[in-house]
């Protein structure tokens, strides 16, 4: 990942999409050469010169204050997964790469023993546990029979984004494929913001950029988001459709993983169709079944 130039296409691509009108200032007609606010105007919005501006859109992050990315978030109006970006961004830019990689190396690969025994025993809950590049690293029973699918991808470690992009039964799991996408592509842009050095996730965007049309045209976005709170419509092929909420909570006691919990509104069809999932999953040995699947990463 190259950082200076994440940060340049970055801003460029907020500043397109904002007009004077949107960001407050007066439109005096005329024909405008770029798209969006001229540099100068984001400048003078956030109160710097455009000298400074213009230099850390080039991708010179040197001496960048904290507070100078806070007016410039607050010029082109970044919402808060934006805002953690373009400081992600910046941070990367300008630390050295032993550190990041150190910071990278640092991150858990696995979950303990005490975060298993708490996914196995939400019964009603469907629990996945994935790191920052979509990577399933455990899942309870249910959670596993929930994204059924996405296991049956050879002897790779399940990977969200190999599943939406590369496997065409993702097209017929997600009904709202297209949003699926933008999501998927949008969580990996953040993770890169953050992981700027993580040969694992480059290896991946480049496998999804060289395999997957839809893919790269999503990366050169540059969209960004972070996994929160959410809502999931699928259609399972088990059990049929499916409208799922889900909660995701970072583990303290493993940086880097995020455990998704998926629950339904109780006495809804799909509350029911998931209590047919659960009865299911009784008979699948998730532990042993993930467990000989997930790859060590030989790069950090």
Known sequence: MDSSNDIREFLMTRRARLTPEKAGLPNFGGRRRVTGL???EVALIAGISVEYYTRLE????????????????RALQLDDAEHAHLHDLVRAATAS??????????????ISPSVRQMIDAMKDVAAVVQNGRGDIVAANSLGQALYSPI????????????????????????????????????????EAGRSAHDRSLSNLVGELSTRSDVFRTLWASHNVREHRTGFK???????????????????????????????TDPGSPSHEKLQLLANWAA?????????DRVQPDPTA
Do not use: C
């Not at 599943?163 to 592509?185: H, I, M, N």
């Not at 008979?283 to 467990?291: L, M």
């Open 151 to 190: 296991f049956e991808q050879s002897q790779r470690t399940p990977n969200f984004g190999r599943f939406v992009f590369l496997d065409p039964k993702s097209q017929d799991f997600y009904l709202d494929w297209e949003e699926a996408a933008r999501q998927t592509v949008a969580l990996l842009r953040s």
């Open 233 to 263: 419509e699928i259609h399972h092929p088990t059990v049929g459709d499916m409208a799922l909420s889900f909660e995701g909570l970072q583990l303290s006691s493993a940086p880097g993983l995020l455990l998704l919990a998926y629950t």
């Open 58 to 73: 080039r991708g010179n992050a040197t001496g960048v204050s904290e507070s100078v990315l806070d007016g410039i978030s």
């Open 97 to 110: 790469p032993g550190a990041a990689r150190r910071r990278s190396s640092a991150k858990a690969a696995q």
């Open 38 to 40: 001229r540099r100068e």
């Open 283 to 291: 008979t699948i040995n998730t532990d042993e079944s993930i467990r």
